[in-house]
């Protein structure tokens, strides 16, 4: 039986969810000139979200051509060198100079930020527009519903919900998992502008972390699998800290609860799009497999998706030719980088991390280190 539509809203792209894909989607058709633009969240914003907010410079890379570097750089916590500690318990300190590589910028204020970047763009924002499905048309994706009644129909639908999120994508066999749980402490000592990552054996292949998000504050966390279900993660964190942290949060104070949050990804990137339909960011497991990076995968197959879009609606590309090229676009731009981090993973089961932080400053080691942690 047909649902009542309580309201009906047409747009040229209708996105669901306004992380990073969503908003660089929207902020980068705004720069394209498309202007009917529609972007819903269940949220209203700023919001939090679960993540450690660390920014590698190709999201950087991708703020700037956004055109909305300058705001976040402001508000970012800048990053300049990184201490490992490996498997074995050797410790390294790599410095990059005062020059900022990366950042660390909360998700409230970075989502935000792209939000209302987007919306500056003519983006209309709709929060608190739960989207229950995609609506289906004559073989074609032609918008969203919620539970409401409200339509959002569209000649194009980006669907950018992250990992939870089953509207509009089908659940694929390549799907992979990364477990994560977290918290944030005032008044952990760290050395400035240093992000730490911790190999130990209680998470590899993943890693435990340390990001600073300004000068008081840090979050810490750990990535790990368990892909039969088989461990606790709250037991699991606190042997983390107890082990790595509990000298340094002596004195420091928790703020809030911890949280826990899974991370998607595939090796496989395909099955992002379908008529009138494109998959973006985490909803196209599109994240990093060994880092769980996906701030900036999210925003640039976002940006490539608006891309495609612009093209389609201009008449200057038809919608297969352009969806095609997407598609091509995402496996070129990420393919090589999840193999990389494939390979990182294995590696980290082997003593190489060892071996390599052991040979500590030999120029050759310090080089092959750079570039792989480039390539990841
Ligand atoms: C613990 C943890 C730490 C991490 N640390 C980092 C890090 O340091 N750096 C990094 O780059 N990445 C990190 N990640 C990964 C990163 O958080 C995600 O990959 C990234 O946020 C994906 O962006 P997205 O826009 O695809 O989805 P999201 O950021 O998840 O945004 C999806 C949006 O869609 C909305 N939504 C969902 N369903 C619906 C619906 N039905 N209707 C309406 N709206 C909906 C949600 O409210 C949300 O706002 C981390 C992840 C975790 C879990």
Same mark, same amino acid.
């Given at each position: ?41 269940? =949220? ?302 294995? =590696? ?21 280190? =750079? ?6």
């Amino acid at each position: 039986m047909q649902k009542n539509v309580s309201e009906r809203i047409e747009a040229d792209v209708a996105i669901v969810g306004a992380g990073p894909a969503g908003t660089a989607a929207a902020a980068r058709l705004g720069q394209l000139g498309v202007k009917n633009v529609v972007l819903v969240d269940r =949220a209203d914003f700023p919001r939090d979200k679960t993540c450690g907010s660390g920014l590698s410079p190709k999201a950087i890379q991708a703020l700037k051509e956004l055109g909305i570097w300058d705001d976040v750089a402001a508000l970012a916590y800048p990053i300049n060198g990184i201490r490992i500690v490996t498997p074995g318990g050797k410790e390294s300190f790599q410095s990059a100079g005062t020059e900022a590589q990366a950042m660390v910028c909360h998700r409230r204020v970075l989502d935000h930020a792209l939000l209302k970047r987007a919306q500056e763009r003519g983006t209309r924002f709709i929060p608190h527009f739960n989207a229950t499905q995609t609506i289906e048309e004559n073989g074609r994706t032609a918008g969203f519903i919620d539970r409401e009644g409200r339509e959002v129909r569209a000649k194009f639908t980006f669907v950018a919900g992250g990992s939870h999120c089953r509207v509009g994508v089908q659940p694929r066999p390549t799907r992979k998992v990364i477990q994560a749980i977290m918290g944030w402490w005032d008044g952990v000592p760290f050395t400035p502008h240093h992000v730490e990552m911790i190999f130990d054996d209680m998470v590899v292949p993943y890693y435990g972390w340390l990001f600073p998000e300004g000068g008081e504050r840090v979050n810490i966390g750990i990535t790990y699998e368990d892909d039969n279900h088989e461990k606790n993660a709250r037991e699991l964190f606190q042997r983390f800290l107890d082990k790595h942290y509990a000298v340094r949060l002596r004195g420091a104070t928790q703020v809030g609860g911890w949280k826990g949050h899974p991370v998607m990804y595939s090796y496989d990137i395909s099955d992002l799009t379908a008529p009138g339909k494109f998959i973006i960011g985490e909803s196209g497991l599109m994240t990093h497999p060994a880092t769980a990076e996906g701030i900036y995968q999210g925003m640039r197959s976002g940006m490539m998706a608006a891309e495609a879009a612009a093209d389609i609606l201009a008449f200057r590309k038809s919608e297969a030719e352009a969806m095609g090229e997407y598609e091509a676009r995402c496996k070129r731009t990420f393919q090589a980088s999840f193999l990389a981090g494939r390979a990182f993973r294995r =590696a980290l089961k082997t003593p190489m991390l060892d071996w390599m932080v052991g040979l500590g400053n030999h120029k050759l080691v310090k080089s092959t280190t =750079a570039r792989l942690m480039a390539a990841i």
